[in-house]
């Protein structure tokens, strides 16, 4: 095997885990969100966790979600999971809908020691753009299961808008 079989090997694995980890970062880019700590969060201090990595104002996490439209409306659905209905602020900006929240630390009551946080607290802010015009005004939304769903109803119902474009 010639030296520059090796190179030209090593250049293509290196283009295919460089071009894998792109649309990694591209799927994941809107779903990646950071969690900052608020007063509300009750996150332990850095003396109580007994893991010298801890640091309580670093905390992302991947909120995964999906848009669905129809005729009448787009649904969008959130997964946060440990969080109660009354923790979140839902808006309706322009062209997006603005979901932010805090997630609260939940302390055990016993003689233990933290050893490991794996969950993502503190206050947190996704925008996830609408496809379409909507009237905020008739949004509904439920959170169930983990699951944050948001309807909002289109400004003009109908199909989803197709633009043919001629290629010359």
Do not use: H, N
Not at 2 to 16: A, H, L, P, V, Y
Not at 148 to 154: D, G
Request: charged residues 40%.
């Amino acid at each position: 095997m010639k030296m520059s079989d090796i190179k030209e090997g090593f250049g293509t694995m290196w283009e295919s885990l460089a071009e894998g980890w792109r649309r990694v970062r591209e799927s994941a880019a809107g779903a990646l969100t950071r969690f900052t700590p608020g007063a509300k969060s009750a996150l332990p201090e850095r003396a109580e966790v007994d893991d010298e990595f801890y640091l309580p104002t670093q905390g992302w996490s991947m909120l995964g979600g999906d848009v669905f439209e129809d005729d009448k409306r787009i649904v969008v659905r959130l997964e946060i999971p440990g969080m109660d209905k009354r923790d979140f602020d839902i808006e309706v900006r322009d062209d997006a809908l603005v979901v932010s929240g805090e997630k609260r630390f939940e302390r055990e009551a016993t003689d233990g020691r933290y050893r490991l946080l794996q969950c993502a607290y503190g206050s947190f802010r996704r925008v996830v753009p609408l496809p379409d015009r909507v009237r905020p005004e008739k949004a509904t939304a439920r959170y169930k299961d983990g699951v944050l769903r948001v309807e909002l109803e289109k400004v003009e119902p109908g199909r989803p808008r197709r633009i043919t474009v001629k290629v010359e």
